[in-house]
């Protein structure tokens, strides 16, 4: 089942909709032309919205995997309600679904730190419960109660994390005291690549979350470039939605233009190394290139759920490849044709994909690259900014360096 409404109401960008048990997913893929949300019923259905991407982000991955599971297992439990055996199958069911989503995508490490969390929930209720002297319907709902309850803490973490982040980077960029035009007004402009906003996370972003307490803060920050970001168009079609939605001054460039006059580039990851190397969407390396070859700051903005500090460097970050398809043809919306009008003679927009070269062009199509952490100038978290040794030169990313 799915609700839309072509164009785009005034309404706040929700990228999920919940209602215990209710999940909706606004569809990414149609956006900024259609606002389409998709109802989320089974962990089938959650795993298939992250793997082609109708919904995407580092943190809204995890989120989207924890809340749709939620909600089919409640489901599930009401289904098996009062049976013999009702609580085992209800815990085999959670640890079935916790291990089918973990294959949903492999880059960001959020999805994987939140089903860790729910696993570890999983088996200590599993003792707690099953010590109580609690009937089986009781346990279930017990664990039931308290596992959509770990989910939605997760979505509350992930919103509350994204404005601490916005303080502190905001304070950070501020710090700088850019100078970027002659009359020296401390206004400044920065680039972001890809989507790292209310659409990346359960609400307000990470490096556009920065960018908006930045802008709102009045101190400086007065315009944003954003990157296309081919070939899923993150940039073109999900962050000039927002900064447009906003009212921040933005313009839209492509991937391989820099001749941008910013004073830092400010981006999301996927993944953060013990050492400081980063994952993130195509085309951030060679941003950080630019960055250093100019000079200019690059910013890393992720909320510690982004730090994997089980992996020592970027080189052992496993990097999703996706279809060559991504590549191979430029998906829009067809918006002036009749044949694309409903029976009111509206214009309906139709999702269209057109190709930009043949099927038969080798195509390599991964997701992310790796950035160095020599390239980069500071790591925000919601809990501090990371900076680098002066000595060393390096990260240590288990303390914080105001
Ligand atoms: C807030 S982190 C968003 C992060 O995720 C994006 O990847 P994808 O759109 O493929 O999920 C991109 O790497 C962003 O920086």
């Known amino acids: 089942m799915s609700s839309s409404d072509s164009g785009f109401a005034s309404g706040t960008l929700q990228s999920i909709l919940w209602e215990r048990p209710t999940l909706h997913v606004l569809d990414q893929l149609v956006l900024p032309m259609e606002k389409k949300y ?23 991955i995890a989120i989207v995997a924890a809340l749709g599971l939620a909600s089919h297992l409640v489901v599930f439990a009401n289904e098996n309600s009062g049976n013999d055996g009702s609580f085992d199958k209800v815990l085999d069911f959670s640890i079935t679904g916790i291990k089918k989503l973990r294959l949903s995508r492999p880059t960001a490490v959020n999805l994987f730190e939140a089903m860790d969390i729910l696993e570890q929930l999983v088996e200590s209720l599993k003792l707690d419960l099953n010590q109580s002297d609690k009937s089986e319907q009781e346990k279930v709902e017990a664990f039931v109660n308290e596992f959509v309850a770990k989910c939605e803490w997760m979505k509350d973490r992930d919103i509350a994390d994204n404005l601490s982040m916005g303080n502190l980077g905001s304070e950070y960029l501020i710090s700088k005291h850019y100078k970027t035009n002659a009359d020296q007004s401390g206004k400044f402009s920065v680039l972001t690549h890809c989507n790292t906003g209310s659409l990346a996370t359960a609400g307000y972003g990470t490096a556009l979350g920065i960018i908006r307490s930045c802008y709102k803060a009045n101190l400086g920050l007065d315009h944003v470039y954003c990157t296309e970001t081919r070939p899923y168009n993150q940039g073109s079609r999900l962050t000039a939605f927002e900064l447009d939605h906003d009212k921040i001054p933005y313009t839209l460039i492509t991937d391989s233009m820099k001749t941008a006059p910013i004073k830092a580039i400010i981006v999301g990851a996927d993944r953060v190394c013990a050492n400081g190397d980063v994952a993130n969407k195509i085309g951030t390396f060679q941003l950080s290139l630019i960055a250093n070859h100019y000079g200019i700051d690059f910013i890393i903005a992720a909320p510690t ?3 994997d500090l089980s992996l020592p460097s970027g080189s052992h970050i496993p990097i999703e490849s996706r279809s060559s398809s991504e590549i191979l043809t430029a998906s829009g919306t067809l918006i002036e044709n009749d044949s694309s009008s409903n029976r009111n003679n509206e214009k309906t927009p139709q999702r269209v994909s057109v190709a930009v070269a043949p099927d038969s062009f080798n195509v390599w199509n991964p997701a992310f690259d790796v950035t160095p952490a020599k390239y980069i100038t500071a790591i925000v978290t919601e809990t501090c900014v990371f900076l680098k040794d002066p000595a060393t030169g390096e990260f240590d990313l288990s303390s914080c360096k105001k």
Do not use: S, Y
């Open 38 to 60: 998709i109802k989320v019923e089974t962990v089938q259905d959650t795993f298939d919205v992250i793997r082609n991407m109708n919904v995407r982000g580092a943190p809204l």
């Open 305 to 307: 759920t982004t730090i």
